[in-house]
């Protein structure tokens, strides 16, 4: 898993406080996900920094969850009004390499996908398995196992639609990508 995005880069021997880029990384962080409100941009780890370019402006970079996401221009949107809301010009810089991985989704993220009802993805993403096994994936509200796939898709192409054998409950599952 990628470190933690913090605000501009801490490599710099002698670095003076920023806090300007603090300020920026701390709007930004809390801007939610169009298509799952119950994280933010920080929680799914799509927002990868906050810099400045070498004239001095400050430079957000996003990572889409793939690239024919439907909710990109929104979350880029939402993440520019919330720096203006706080005072702070901005340039949104969608960066697609690395590509985007489940593992970006931080450990508090993925509490909140299951307390608002979705099974967060299980295991790592990257290799056959993530392909072509079948993983165990517990409900999200009772805790059990004995669950089936209903569909490869749920609500959004990031999810699948699971069914609990167990409460009887529709859930959806944050595919491993």
């Given at each position: 898993?990628?470190?933690?995005?913090?605000?501009?880069?801490?490599?710099?021997?002698?670095?003076?406080?920023?806090?300007?880029?603090?300020?920026?990384?701390?709007?930004?962080?809390?801007?939610?996900?169009?298509?799952?409100?119950?994280?933010?941009?920080?929680?799914?780890?799509?927002?990868?920094?906050?810099?400045r370019d070498a004239n001095g402006q400050i430079v957000v970079r996003l990572t889409p969850t793939y690239s024919g996401c439907p909710a990109v221009n929104a979350i880029e949107m939402a993440v520019e009004t919330a720096l203006l809301e706080a005072g702070i010009e901005a340039r949104i810089e969608r960066v697609i390499a690395p590509a985007w991985t489940t593992d970006w989704i931080t450990d508090e993220g993925r509490e909140k996908l299951r307390a608002y009802g979705i099974a967060p993805p299980v295991g790592a993403s990257g290799g056959r398995r993530a392909f072509f096994a079948e993983d165990v994936i517990a409900c999200p509200r009772c805790g059990s196992t004995r669950t089936s796939k209903v569909s490869e898709f749920g609500s959004t192409?990031?999810?699948?639609?699971?069914r609990c054998d167990e409460c009887f409950e529709p859930f959806d599952y944050f595919k491993c990508i």
């Open positions: 898993m990628p470190a933690p995005i913090e605000a501009g880069s801490a490599d710099a021997p002698g670095k003076i406080m920023d806090f300007e880029l603090a300020r920026a990384l701390e709007a930004a962080s809390g801007v939610p996900d169009p298509e799952v409100p119950c994280v933010t941009v920080a929680d799914l780890g799509i927002l990868r920094g906050v810099d192409a990031c999810k699948a639609h699971y």
